[in-house]
């Protein structure tokens, strides 16, 4: 081999951030020149590390260095990059996609080279997943596997709780064996990656102290990279950025004008909702509220729904909502039953009326306290789709909360704000308690919002677990299945609480 390639291979190996700078090329075809916080997060070897940094401050292109140095450089490693989506995890996946065909000197050491699959000569494998939607993965362990060397979380704060409880464990069990990284913006103060975040072991910003570690209080296991890109003034104008040449503060204005104050801050400036906050705040309803009432209520797509029944001072709703062509959900039907209905309505209703009116009705989650309870027996064995129980309790009640607000920020659902529905998403509002126990104050009533959040609680599980299973003899008989049995379609009954409690 050409003894200057050999030289800046060794080095390339030794350093990340030589690697970065000679060996990958930008848009331009030009070698990227990388940032202080980028360089910084490369030449770090702690095999912990947390990337919590502003939106577009460079997270993926750094990770995608770090992906590629890994795999270049280490024999028969097993990388994993996960992220919260399908759609997440591929473009990670283009972009690197992209980085590999602009460098051509990578090219060659892929024996496998399929999109979310790659295998180089020197046995290392990268491989692109997701947790949640369309994994088709009930068990999160199976997504991770126990031979991973290098887990990569991108967008960490999206991930949702379940999924996170259930891999952590796997990856970090195998007593020091997986190197991890976690990359995201803030969310809420709580969770994974909250936690680890605020229990960090050390942490480093490269325009404070030439970016020199600095020990944390609590010294947790995480050396965290903080980047923040840009700030507000006094006067709520960008104060600089960070990143000047290619993120200018005309453009940060014109972000914050698009996504609001509030959201600007979060994403943009690092900064945590405050601790008495709305959930369901203003620029989220905009942008995620913006669907007209149906004209019908009914529809042939692939539905979900959720029903609150009412107690005493409250109506009975059912929320329903439907997948689009793009796998995206619309929140838009709601079915109110003023106070004092008979029950025997409503259960007649769910179980002949609703399968008429959304023949491909899927899951419906219920609210199993109280009256729920006799309900959702009477129900249980004869509606033709799935049946999530739940059992209201504060910390079930922040669970989802959170589910409904992730798919809305995720843009993953979109929903018709009923009236009633935004008054109540008004007078919701989120506090965190001394020890960091969030709860959530509702107003004077509640069975909009609680419907809208069973809905949406079954919009998570039918995109992690699928809907009514249909019976594989199905096309042998007309009414009668195979063995001269009346053929049910199956259903599968699960309590949600019971997986919460075993993760809690
Ligand atoms: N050092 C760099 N040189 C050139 N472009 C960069 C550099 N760092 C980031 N970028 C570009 O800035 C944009 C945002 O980066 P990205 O990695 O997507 O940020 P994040 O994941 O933090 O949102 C991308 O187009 C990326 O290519
Ligand atoms: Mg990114």
Known sequence: MDSVIKQ?????????????????????????????????????????????????????????????????????????????????????????????????????????????????????????KTTGAQSGQKQNSAVVGNSVNVLYIDECQAMDAESMSTIMPVVTGQLGQAEIVLAGTPRNRAGFFYNNITNAKTIRESYVDNGKARACPHGGRYSLHRFQITDLDEDGNVAYSRAEYRLSIDELETIKDTIGKEMFLREYALEFLDSISMPYYAELRRMAGFLKEPKYFGSREIAVGGIDFGKRRNNSVLTV?????????????????????????????????????????????????????????SLEDSVPYNMLDVIFSQPKKVDLVENSINLMESRMVSYYEHPKLGEEMDDYTRETTENERIIYQKGASDDFIDSFNLCNLSISDYIKNGGVKTTPFRSYSLGTNVFGNKQYRQKSRKRWSDYLNKKR
């Open 8 to 128: 800046r291979l060794l080095k390339a190996r030794k350093d990340p951030v030589f690697f970065g700078e000679h060996f990958l090329n930008n848009t331009q075809m030009k070698p990227y020149s990388l940032e202080p916080q980028q360089k910084l997060f490369l030449r770090d070897k702690s095999p912990y590390k947390i990337l919590f940094c502003s939106r577009r401050s460079g997270k993926t292109l750094t990770m995608i260095i770090d992906i590629l140095h890994n795999a270049f450089f280490r024999k028969n490693q097993q990388i994993v990059l996960l992220a919260p989506t399908q759609d997440q995890a591929k473009t990670f996946a283009n972009v690197m996609n992209d980085m590999i065909l602009r460098s051509p000197m990578l090219q060659s050491s892929f024996i496998v080279d399929n999109k979310l699959e790659k295998q180089l000569s020197n046995g290392s494998r990268i491989n692109f």
């Open 321 to 377: 909502a439907t997948q689009t062509p793009t796998h995206d959900w619309e929140a838009k039907y709601f079915k109110v039953w003023p106070l004092g209905t008979k029950y025997k309505d409503i259960t007649h209703y769910l179980l002949k009326i609703l399968p008429m009116q959304f023949p491909n009705f899927q899951t419906l989650s219920i609210d199993r306290t109280g009256v729920g309870e006799s309900i959702a027996e």
